[in-house]
C-alpha cells in the first residue's frame, strides 16, 4: 500500500489526486494537510512513515517553499512539488531547498492524472512492488 502525504489546500486538487490514485489501481492511504501549518507538522510528527509527499506552494499560513525551509531532513520521504505557478524561478528554488523535483500541474483531468501517475511510478513503484 502506498503511503501519501497530500499538502494542498484546494479540495478540488485533492479530489482528483484521489481519484488519480485509484485510476491507476493503487492502494493508497492519503494523509492531507490543507494548510501549510498542518503540512509542516504532519511532516515532522514522530512516526510519521511517507512514501512520498505532494506539496503545493500557494498554501494558506506558510507556504511551500516555507515548508521546504524547516523540512530539510536526509532521512525523510521524497517531496515532490506540484504547484499551479509555472514559474521556473520557483521551482528552481524549490529544487534547492530539497524537493526532489516540481510539477506544474497540467490543465485538464487526464493531463492531471497522468502527472499523479508519473509521480507514482518515480517515486513509489520499487516500494509497492517489493523492491
Request: aromatic share 6%.
Amino acid at each position: 500500500m502506498l503511503h501519501l502525504g497530500l499538502i494542498e489546500d484546494n479540495p478540488g486538487d485533492v479530489l482528483l489526486v484521489r481519484e488519480a490514485l485509484r485510476s491507476c489501481l493503487v492502494p493508497a492511504d492519503v494523509t492531507i494537510a490543507y494548510d501549510g501549518e498542518e503540512g509542516l507538522r504532519m511532516l515532522t510528527q514522530e512516526g510519521a512513515k511517507f512514501d512520498f509527499v505532494i506539496l503545493d506552494l500557494q498554501l494558506p499560513k506558510c507556504n511551500g517553499l516555507q515548508i521546504l525551509e524547516h523540512y530539510r531532513r536526509e532521512e525523510g520521504p521524497p517531496v515532490v512539488v506540484f504547484t499551479g505557478s509555472d514559474s521556473k524561478a520557483v521551482c528552481q528554488r524549490a529544487i534547492e531547498l530539497g524537493a526532489r523535483e516540481c510539477v506544474t500541474k497540467p490543465p485538464g483531468v487526464n493531463a492531471f492524472f497522468k502527472a499523479v501517475h508519473d509521480m507514482v511510478e518515480r517515486f513509489a513503484i520499487g516500494k509497492l512492488i517489493g523492491y
